[in-house]
């Protein structure tokens, strides 16, 4: 998501920083904030579509249930953030776009105990996105399995979207060491939990198999819209643990994110999928997944 930002955009654009809408250069948070020290908070990713922003009532409640998971009381009620985000989205004229919505535990001291923390710190950024160039989305992409094992659910829940995304980066690197974008992160007891920052989905004589959120998954906002999307198409969709086997011998393989939206996965550790390109179900659903997000046709 590398981006040159113009001097007159970073200075023009507006942050939503604890109920104000700041200049760019204005949003600081102090070193003391515990987001920064101990990665303690939670975030979400949303996307703006024509003018809409995706899903915002489901991104709302998963970072609220994320805060409760590490007993984080975000300092203002689920309708007044959905308003900071609709400021900040209307504020900056953005009509597709991305906003990052982040709520961190708040100004402490350099000791753990979070509850010295009065006030959670909550920041909204609105700006435009590219995850990957449209060629990748044509082509498909090659992963690679990482060796980094996911987040134990008795640790971190891999089902709240903490700020703590370490063990996500840890496989990220290791799929950038081996000239791919992604990687696919098994659980502790091998089987598939997700991609660094996508869920996984694959397609085998018809039928779509994806990772239950016990697997280790986050639950992902798209891909609960993409399954939907798929039954309305009759197609039959399985949450069920799946091994790396599964995923080498499977028709198609698709990932699915908000940032990536759906996209087709062409190899997975030297072995290729189906015919080395982005399957029909795939494209189908990708196809599906524009309509229903932007209102239209491609
Ligand atoms: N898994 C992880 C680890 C993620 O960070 C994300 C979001 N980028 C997803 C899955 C996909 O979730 P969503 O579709 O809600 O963006």
């Not at 979070?114 to 996105?129: E, G, H, L, R, T």
């Not at 399995?145 to 703590?164: C, E, Y």
């Not at 690197?173 to 992604?182: G, S, Y």
């Amino acid at each position: 998501m590398t981006r040159a930002i113009s001097k007159e955009k970073f200075m023009a654009q507006k942050i939503w920083l604890d109920g104000k809408l700041v200049d760019q250069q204005d949003a600081k948070i102090t070193v003391f904030d515990h987001g920064l020290l101990y990665g303690d908070g939670v975030f979400e990713g949303i996307r703006i579509y024509s003018g809409r922003i995706f899903e915002l009532e489901a991104h709302i409640k998963r970072l609220y249930e994320s805060a409760k998971a590490i007993r984080l009381t975000i300092s203002i009620s689920q309708s007044e953030l959905t308003g900071a985000v609709e400021e900040t989205v209307k504020a900056n004229g953005i009509s597709d776009g991305y906003v990052r919505l982040v709520v961190t535990r708040g100004v402490g001291t350099l000791g753990l105990n979070p509850f010295i923390c009065k006030n959670s710190c909550i920041f909204v950024i609105a700006d435009s996105i590219q995850l990957y160039p449209e060629e990748l989305y044509e082509k498909g992409m090659r992963v690679i399995s990482a060796t980094t094992v996911r987040n134990h659910p008795l640790a971190i829940p891999p089902q709240a979207k903490s700020l703590n995304y370490l063990n996500n980066i840890l496989a990220k690197i290791e799929a950038l060491d081996n000239d791919v974008p992604e990687a696919v992160i098994y659980n502790h007891e091998g089987y598939v939990a997700e991609a660094s920052g996508d869920n996984v989905l694959i397609v085998k004589d018809g039928v779509i198999y994806t990772p239950p959120a016990e697997a280790g998954a986050l639950p992902g906002i798209t891909q609960r819209v993409v399954i939907k999307l798929a039954r309305e198409e009759s197609l039959q969709v399985i949450e069920k643990n799946l091994t790396r086997f599964d995923l080498y011998v499977c028709d198609e393989f698709f990932l699915t994110g908000t940032a990536a939206e759906v996209i087709g996965i062409v190899e997975i550790d030297g072995r290729v999928i189906g015919d080395g390109k982005p399957g029909p179900i795939t494209s189908l659903l990708r196809n599906k997944f524009f309509q229903y997000a932007h209102g239209k046709e491609k």
